[in-house]
């Protein structure tokens, strides 16, 4: 009976010590939400890998200096099934791009919204979906000029197909 009782107990730390780890992974803790920044720049790198999209930018700032950041996305099945695929960005692309930035202010930021020069819009997963609607909704006519608040507001509308921009 003892032994039945260890192993058990042996089982539920371990699965809360995993759970912990994974709740951890999934922080969004180290990102400022209540400011959103916006940086224009051109893609070095586009990773559609697991567990996260991850891009890679330059963004050269007012005085000519390079710094180069790294966008966090979606997770790669949701960043899919909004549209998303391997090929929707390349290294080259010149974006404009809105997201929360690292709190520390080192050049790493969650995206919320992604435009190329082209105009073309890449469609946004649910979740930031939801991110960028909360922060419009607290802070956005506070923070931002009336008419990036207005191109903000709807590009939270266009998920999904772009023919019928519905979810």
Do not use: C
């Amino acid at each position: 009976m003892k032994n039945k009782l260890g192993a058990v107990f042996s089982v539920a730390v371990g699965l809360v010590m995993v759970t912990g780890s994974l709740w951890a992974h999934h922080s969004d803790a180290v990102y400022d939400q209540t400011r959103l920044v916006n940086i224009k720049g051109t893609i070095t790198k586009h990773m559609f890998v697991n567990p996260h999209q991850v891009i890679g930018m330059k963004v050269r700032d007012e005085d000519g200096r390079v710094t180069k950041w790294t966008l966090i996305g979606a997770a790669v099945s949701r960043s899919r099934a909004a549209g998303w695929s391997r090929d929707s960005l390349k290294p080259g692309d010149a974006v404009d791009v809105w997201g929360f930035q690292y709190r520390d202010g080192r050049p790493n930021m969650t995206w919320m919204r992604m435009m190329k020069d082209d105009g073309t819009m890449l469609p946004i997963a649910g979740a930031k979906n939801d991110k960028l609607s909360r922060f419009l909704g607290t802070y956005g006519k506070d923070q931002l000029a009336q008419e990036d608040y207005d191109s903000l507001k709807k590009s939270i509308l266009w998920i999904g197909d772009p023919e019928t921009r519905q979810r």
